[in-house]
């Protein structure tokens, strides 16, 4: 089978496509034919090892300490359909249209991935596709999704509320202003001017051009502020925070664990990044898109052997929600 390479840390021309071997699935596991994956800044960020320090140590230990080693090939969300079981598995049966993320197991930028019927928390979760969209769209879903939808639910946004949402144009952004116009909030999009546009069309109330104006500076306050990638000044965020507000950050940087640690006893809320990878979650995303509530935003797709200009797209910062990769 074809499968992108992970070759070494650093820039997009460490992916290389490659022939290997298809895999079998063991007893517990179910052999998946991909259809689709994504590239999210996810991906890039493991590419590249560009994460908090406590983060990557371990991390390096983990996958290899100056190059890839135990991880072969990258990529953490698929869409695709089952073709072969292991003698126990239960819940699937060949035919059936499945999507999910791997986590740390990573492995979809290939054109077959066997997964455990019922994955671990390190390895991700999988379930059914929604029904009303294409595999392209699915692929985008799980890791995006489930971060928006777990991470409102620890804040319970109440009807009427102002919520503003950091990185709102990216892959978590784009499903957590949807999600958060759907609890009935009042919504502010930042992001850069390019993606302004596409804020609107689904559904940001008000949006802000970060490299135009500092929200932190402009009097106004929010019940809810979610920064999806780590790029919020976080003492600005604080103070823009109405009393008993929240402020909720799905990819802290250092500066704002500390931060968190000496800000911590006020009233106001702060919340760090919290994995929320389960099937039940998984599930809810498919009923909400069933239903029309929320939409996968693509920008662009390209093909597995275009995976290195997918990357390096995606490292521009530029996209609008979702990149894919067809296979």
Same mark, same amino acid.
């Given at each position: ?11 997009? =021309? ?39 320090? %406590? ?8 996958? &290899? ?37 791997? &986590?740390?197991?990573? &492995?979809?930028?290939?054109? #077959? ?21 294409? #595999? ?13 939808? *777990? ?17 709102? &144009? ?11 116009? *759907? ?21 940001? =109330? *008000? ?7 500092? #929200? ?10 979610? =920064? ?23 990819? %802290? ?42 939409? %996968? ?31």
């Amino acid at each position: 089978m074809k499968a992108i390479i992970w070759t070494k840390y650093g820039s997009p =021309d460490g992916l290389q496509i490659q022939e290997v071997e298809k895999p079998t699935p063991k007893d517990n596991e179910v052999l998946i034919k991909i259809h689709a994956a994504a590239v999210s800044r996810a991906d890039t960020e493991f590419r590249r090892l560009k994460i908090p320090f %406590p983060f990557s140590l371990p991390l390096r230990l983990y996958i &290899g300490l100056f190059k890839p080693s135990r991880v072969k090939i990258l990529g953490t969300e698929f869409a695709g359909e089952i073709v072969e079981t292991g003698k126990n598995v239960t819940q699937y049966k060949v035919g059936d249209q499945v999507y999910g993320y791997t &986590g740390l197991g990573f &492995g979809t930028y290939a054109e #077959y991935r066997c997964i455990s019927e019922k994955p671990s928390e390190m390895a991700g979760v999988m379930g059914k596709r929604p029904t009303n969209i294409t #595999y392209e769209e699915a692929a985008t879903v799980p890791f995006g999704g489930i971060e928006a939808l *777990h991470s409102f639910d620890r804040v319970n946004i109440q009807h009427g509320q102002k919520v503003l949402i950091v990185g709102a &144009g990216g892959s978590i952004g784009t499903y957590s202003v949807q999600l958060a116009k *759907h609890y009935g909030a009042e919504v502010t999009g930042v992001d850069s001017g390019g993606k302004l546009e596409m804020l609107r069309s689904i559904g940001a =109330d *008000h949006v802000i051009d970060y490299t135009r104006e500092d #929200y932190t500076k402009n009097g106004k306050k929010y019940d809810v502020i979610m =920064d999806t990638i780590g790029g919020s000044p976080f003492w600005g965020s604080v103070n823009s925070l109405n009393e008993n507000g929240t402020y909720l950050n799905a990819n %802290p940087k250092m500066s704002h664990m500390l931060g968190m640690g000496w800000a911590g006893k006020s009233n106001k809320k702060l919340l760090s990044w919290e994995a929320g990878y389960s099937t039940e979650n998984l599930l809810r995303l498919k009923e909400l898109i069933e239903v029309g509530i929320i939409k %996968p935003v693509i920008d662009r797709s390209y093909s597995l052997d275009q995976i290195v200009e997918a990357h390096r797209y995606v490292d521009s910062e530029e996209k609008k929600g979702n990149v894919v990769i067809k296979i």
